[in-house]
């Protein structure tokens, strides 16, 4: 198969009516953070069962179209002896891996980030590849605060995250590119605006300049939203008008899918406004969807709690979770759901 037909066949195959993401790709020390919440110790055998119980949840497929895992996670096996990629593909759920390693601050930028891992990432692609890797992901961060992001944070980012998913797509790898403006913070939802504009132009221009072709990446942005601390809060109709306006104002027609991060948003405020966005789009030209890690996992820690007593109900509370962020895709979706 062509470099461009194996692009074509992982976005058709992503890029599902009704379907979203299921991010799995927490980090090390982030794993050991949703761990330790629910009183789980972060060992090796436990991340496995953990990840095993999610890709292994019966009808995943139904509204998950692809799993972003953890390099630790390719190379782990079900109780049974499946590699857990294998198990995500036989439920229809394309498996992907994380490739960044982490932000480190931007030199002469205080208060800036940028992502580590260019060096090295063909080789470390092509291996993932071999392990069942379709696509990859790679995430930029933002905070917003004081001068933050300055012009330089904002510029560097975007060279990197175009360098990433230039690099992917010459291997036959479909780069999710994820621009994170993060919610910390008090600002306002006009502050959050103009930041992700200028952030999201920033990145289109960098990917036009590195030739990346926007028919066969994700894009994976944060919604528009008031900082977590801010005095002045919004409802899903607000959150969903300046999305639309900013995406519209940012996001060539050509990108197949939007999928958005939860970023701190509670499971149900992530459903809301997905579902207010759907229902407001008229006929945007890119789908819109989820990649959510904590709005989807949220539940699932909970239930389970690190017992394998507790991992069939924990299993329902993700097929819950999904369906009702599948349903919100149709913009359909009412709070009346969440009691079934
Ligand atoms: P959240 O949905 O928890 O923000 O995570 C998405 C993700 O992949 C972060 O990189």
Same mark, same amino acid.
């Given at each position: 198969?062509?470099?461009?037909?194996?692009?074509q066949?992982?976005?058709?195959?992503?890029?599902?009516?009704?379907?979203?993401?299921?991010?799995?790709?927490?980090?090390?020390?982030t794993i050991a953070?949703?761990?330790?919440?629910?009183n789980?110790?972060s060992?090796?055998e436990?991340?496995?069962?953990y990840?095993s119980l999610?890709?292994?949840?019966p009808?995943?497929?139904?509204f998950?179209?692809?799993?972003i895992?953890?390099?630790?996670t390719?190379?782990?096996?079900?109780?049974d002896g499946?590699?857990?990629?294998?198990a995500?593909?036989? %439920?229809?759920v394309?498996?992907?891996?994380?490739?960044?390693k982490?932000t480190?601050?931007?030199?002469?930028?205080?208060?800036d980030?940028?992502?580590?891992?260019?060096d090295g990432l063909?080789?470390? @692609?092509t291996?993932?590849?071999e392990?069942?890797?379709?696509?990859?992901?790679?995430r930029?961060?933002?905070?917003i605060?004081? #001068?933050?992001p300055t012009?330089?944070?904002?510029?560097?980012?975007?060279?990197?995250l175009?360098r990433?998913a230039?690099?992917c797509?010459?291997l036959?790898?479909?780069?999710?590119?994820e621009?994170?403006?993060?919610?910390?913070?008090?600002?306002?939802?006009?502050r959050?605006?103009?930041?992700t504009?200028?952030?999201?132009?920033?990145?289109?221009?960098a990917?036009h300049? #590195?030739?990346v072709?926007? $028919? #066969?990446?994700? @894009?994976?942005p944060?919604?528009?939203?008031?900082?977590?601390?801010?005095?002045?809060?919004?409802g899903?109709?607000?959150?969903?008008?300046?999305t639309?306006a900013?995406?519209r104002?940012?996001?060539?027609a050509a990108?197949?899918?939007?999928?958005?991060?939860?970023g701190? %948003?509670t499971?149900?405020?992530?459903t809301?406004?997905? *579902?207010?966005? *759907?229902?407001?789009?008229?006929?945007?030209?890119?789908?819109?969807s989820?990649?959510?890690?904590?709005?989807l %996992?949220?539940?699932v820690?909970?239930?389970w709690?690190?017992?394998? $007593?507790n991992?069939q109900?924990?299993?329902?509370?993700?097929?819950k979770r999904?369906?009702?962020?599948s349903?919100?895709?149709?913009?359909?979706?009412?709070?009346?759901?969440?009691?079934?």
């Amino acid at each position: 198969m062509s470099i461009q037909s194996e692009l074509q066949a992982t976005i058709a195959d992503m890029v599902g009516e009704g379907k979203g993401i299921l991010a799995a790709d927490e980090s090390l020390p982030t794993i050991a953070k949703r761990f330790k919440a629910v009183n789980v110790e972060s060992t090796e055998e436990n991340r496995r069962a953990y990840r095993s119980l999610l890709l292994t949840t019966p009808g995943l497929g139904e509204f998950i179209s692809g799993v972003i895992l953890f390099e630790e996670t390719l190379g782990q096996k079900t109780a049974d002896g499946k590699p857990l990629p294998q198990a995500a593909a036989e %439920q229809g759920v394309v498996p992907g891996i994380k490739v960044d390693k982490g932000t480190i601050p931007l030199v002469n930028a205080p208060g800036d980030l940028v992502t580590q891992g260019l060096d090295g990432l063909a080789d470390r @692609l092509t291996g993932y590849k071999e392990q069942g890797a379709r696509f990859a992901k790679w995430r930029e961060v933002y905070p917003i605060a004081g #001068h933050n992001p300055t012009m330089l944070g904002i510029k560097t980012n975007a060279e990197v995250l175009a360098r990433y998913a230039a690099i992917c797509q010459s291997l036959g790898i479909v780069p999710i590119v994820e621009p994170e403006v993060l919610l910390d913070g008090d600002h306002t939802i006009e502050r959050c605006f103009e930041v992700t504009e200028a952030v999201q132009h920033a990145v289109f221009h960098a990917l036009h300049r #590195h030739r990346v072709e926007l $028919e #066969h990446i994700i @894009l994976k942005p944060s919604m528009i939203l008031p900082g977590k601390d801010a005095p002045k809060k919004a409802g899903p109709q607000e959150i969903a008008e300046k999305t639309l306006a900013q995406l519209r104002r940012t996001v060539p027609a050509a990108v197949p899918s939007i999928n958005f991060l939860s970023g701190g %948003q509670t499971p149900e405020e992530a459903t809301a406004n997905l *579902n207010a966005i *759907n229902a407001m789009a008229g006929n945007a030209p890119w789908q819109l969807s989820f990649s959510y890690a904590r709005a989807l %996992q949220d539940p699932v820690l909970k239930t389970w709690q690190g017992k394998a $007593e507790n991992a069939q109900v924990a299993q329902q509370a993700l097929y819950k979770r999904a369906k009702l962020n599948s349903v919100a895709r149709t913009g359909s979706y009412t709070s009346e759901m969440e009691k079934d």
